[in-house]
């Protein structure tokens, strides 16, 4: 009836997707080229891209993220789907954090997308700026990526423990080990064994003290 109409394509797409993903696709495209500022059509082309059985094409699926997430109306899944394709695709730590610190305000609105850029901070030693996010956000108890916030909070305080040791600063070592398996309460750690790492955090809190000559 309208030619015009973007989302006439896009819509029969999404109610396609599952079992004619080809199709779909085929119409996510026509899409974007009547609106190529939906940021939706683009992510969800991402993911025709990035997940389709034969043919998958990484490369261009996180062209179609970057364009979702810089369309201006993105939501804080896009940025945490585009992080797992950067991922993928090898891209440098620093590189992924950047685009999730460079979009606070949006990533630091979604559990998921929040926990992707705490882990990478806790790999890249930011274990401050790590802890801060960790203590300032409650994480709702989902399946994802949210579920290892307890053992970012754990990784952070012994990296930052084996810093102070390191730096010959006993008893700022010790408060970071024994805080690493006291996990805060706006920290799901429903299926988390956080027992499992207190041989390794003990075996810290002994050096710590060792370190003091108790």
């Known amino acids: 009836a309208n030619p015009k109409d973007a989302n006439a394509p896009y819509y029969l797409g999404n109610l396609l997707f599952d079992w004619q993903p080809a199709e779909a696709t085929k119409l996510w495209e026509a899409s974007l080229a009547i609106d190529p500022s939906s940021a939706m059509a683009h992510r969800n082309l991402a993911i025709a891209y990035a997940y389709r059985k034969s043919g998958a094409a990484i490369d261009k699926a996180i062209a179609q993220l970057e364009q979702a997430v810089?369309?201006?109306?993105?939501?804080p899944r896009h940025y945490a789907e585009l992080d797992e394709l950067y991922e993928l695709a090898g891209a440098a730590p620093s590189k992924r954090l950047a685009l999730l610190e460079n979009n606070q305000k949006v990533v630091g609105s979604g559990d998921g997308s929040l926990a992707r850029e705490v882990g990478l901070l806790v790999s890249l030693g930011k274990t401050d700026e790590a802890i801060r996010l960790l203590k300032d956000h409650e994480f709702?108890?989902?399946?994802?990526a949210n579920l290892d916030v307890a053992g970012?909070?754990?990784?952070a305080h012994v990296i930052q423990g084996r810093k102070q040791l390191a730096a010959k600063h006993p008893k700022e070592a010790l408060a970071a080990f024994e805080a690493a398996l006291a996990i805060p309460v706006n920290l799901p750690s429903e299926g988390v064994e956080v027992d499992v790492r207190k041989p390794e955090v003990e075996y810290f809190i002994g050096a710590a003290y060792a370190a003091l000559g108790d």
């Open 70 to 75: 810089s369309a201006g109306d993105s939501y």
């Open 152 to 155: 970012m909070w754990t990784d």
């Open 140 to 144: 709702a108890v989902a399946e994802g």
